[in-house]
């Protein structure tokens, strides 16, 4: 059935879907697979929540759109690209002499801290929506969300392919080199990548699939 997807005010983490005039939010950060594996997003089912509350829907909603997959692929690989640019006559002075396992472990512990700021920033979120209101009150539905077309797929899982080569590429480097400014700017590139999942439901319209059909309607 059709559906139409909305964000919400200042909440990158969540999307109001409106099928058939009924609302419903899903939260792109419930499943840490899919935040890993965004394309499961369109494979595996979702839990949605049922907002029967006019005004609280109306609380929620904004007009701000995101970039899409494509743009956000063109416009990080730009600026990846110009910063290497600039910095390459200066890498070699930010090589530190150590070993591959030393460069290993500093490289475990930064993704660590990453994955720490990552997910402590969408914490925030969800007690921003929730403020608001609480989505475990709510009536849950599981459903399939589908993609809006193949060409979304298709500039989506190149974005996805070309920044996560570009970010193994960079933990590479800087096992074997030790260079800091490319764990840095890898880094950086993965608390990029990371939210990239939420550009697989993006604003506008698409079609989903109940797996309760029958009560969700």
Not at 23 to 32: A, G, N, P
Not at 67 to 94: D, H, T
């Amino acid at each position: 059935m059709n559906c139409e997807v909305q964000h919400l005010d200042k909440n990158m983490r969540y999307r109001i879907l409106i099928i058939n005039g009924e609302h419903y939010i899903l939260d792109m950060e419930r499943s840490f697979w899919k935040i890993i594996f965004p394309f499961l997003f369109w494979m595996l089912p979702s839990t949605v929540f049922k907002v029967d509350d006019p005004d609280i829907v109306k609380q929620l909603k904004t007009e701000v759109k995101e970039k899409s997959a494509g743009s956000l692929a063109v416009s990080l690989g730009g600026i990846a690209y110009a910063i290497g640019i600039l910095l390459a006559p200066l890498m070699g002075y930010f090589n530190i002499i150590s070993t591959s396992l030393v460069n290993i472990i500093v490289l475990i512990f930064v993704l660590f801290m990453v994955a720490f700021l990552y997910f402590s920033i969408n914490r925030k979120r969800k007690e921003k929506l929730e403020n608001v209101i609480k989505l475990e009150t709510l009536s849950k539905h599981v459903l399939w969300v589908l993609p809006s077309s193949i060409k979304h797929v298709f500039k989506f899982l190149v974005a996805y392919i070309f920044l996560l080569v570009f970010e193994l590429l960079g933990f590479l480097a800087y096992i074997q080199t030790g260079n800091v400014m490319v764990l840095i700017i890898a880094s950086g590139l993965l608390f990029i990548l990371l939210p990239i999942n939420r550009v697989t439901v993006e604003e506008g319209y698409t079609t989903v699939r109940f797996k309760d059909y029958g009560k969700a309607v």
